[in-house]
């Protein structure tokens, strides 16, 4: 199978070398890798300018600098990094965020995947962060969900859902996701291996605890439960920076929704995510009356079987 990789990248010259050097030593290399630069003030769009002289699969697209953060520019580097390859014959197109790092058989194992199971829309795997983080372990998303940083998609699947939504407050990667599954294709997170993270999700230009505030206010504006999100909030308690990160989860979610704020996604789609978290408190709860350790990773999963 054939795939191309797309990238935008804001600010990344202390980590994006080594996303670069990753993507470079794949066994499986892409037809095309554009990388967008999105107005960068460090030297990023000048490390992959090296890169791309070395390697002419390798595109450079330079953006103009803009004060803020807008999520809605993951979307806006992905359409435009498409357009560029219409030409282009694909089966897989890959979002690859540029402070990642894997081994040279991460593609390849990834496209079996894909060849191996035709309803496979979505793929990816779970991932590491500096500190001892583990996805499956510290994250309360699951197998059924492909995190942001590295997700895969077949190219039908990416079509039908319309691509990514240009949501300016985030969850760009989280409505993508979940839309592929509310139209009945496959989205699997693969434990059988691991890509690291090089700086926390969210803290690109903000600290962990702010970070938190905004997951939470994300929380309620992709239309979490209630329900749900108590517990995360409970589970998060237990997680560094401890207090101040559950209170500040909490404080996001109860933040936005006293504001009311604007919910960019359907009333369906509300309704299924909805669905989705309490078919895994259930599996979850199956599990400790059972005198299991709770599995976050595969308790949607293993509900679904029983």
Not at 231 to 245: E, Q
Request: glycine share 8%; net charge positive; charged share 25%.
């Amino acid at each position: 199978m054939k795939y191309i990789l797309i990238t935008a990248a804001r600010n990344e010259a202390a980590f994006i070398t080594g996303t670069l050097d990753s993507v470079t030593a794949q066994t499986r290399l892409p037809e095309r890798w554009v990388i967008i630069d999105d107005g960068s003030s460090d030297r990023t769009a000048e490390i992959v300018a090296e890169y791309a002289r070395k390697f002419p699969w390798i595109g450079l697209v330079r953006n103009p600098k803009r004060e803020g953060r807008n999520f809605a520019a993951k979307a806006d580097a992905v359409n435009a990094a498409l357009a560029q390859m219409a030409g282009l014959e694909f089966e897989v197109l890959g979002n690859l965020d540029a402070d990642t790092t894997f081994a040279p058989d991460y593609m390849e194992f990834l496209l079996r995947k894909f060849a191996a199971d035709a309803r496979l829309g979505v793929a990816g795997t779970p991932f590491t962060q500096d500190g001892g983080y583990d996805s499956t372990k510290d994250s309360f998303e699951g197998e059924n969900f492909v995190a942001g940083p590295i997700q895969l998609f077949r190219r039908e699947c990416f079509r039908d859902i319309g691509g990514y939504t240009a949501s300016p407050a985030g969850g760009v990667d989280w409505i993508a996701v979940m839309t592929a599954r509310l139209k009945g294709w496959t989205t699997r997170s693969f434990a059988d291996k691991r890509y690291h993270h090089h700086r926390l999700m969210g803290t690109a230009e903000r600290s962990p605890v702010a970070a938190l505030f905004s997951y939470g206010q994300k929380d309620y504006y992709l239309g979490g439960s209630p329900v749900w999100q108590l517990f995360r909030v409970t589970y998060r308690l237990a997680k560094k920076p401890f207090l101040a990160g559950g209170l500040a989860l909490l404080g996001g979610y109860v933040w936005a929704a006293v504001k009311r704020v604007p919910r960019p996604i359907s009333p369906e789609l509300v309704q299924f995510n909805r669905a989705e978290q309490m078919k895994k408190l259930k599996g979850i709860f199956r599990s400790l009356l059972h005198l299991k350790k709770a599995d976050n990773f595969s308790a949607t999963t293993k509900h679904e079987t029983l």
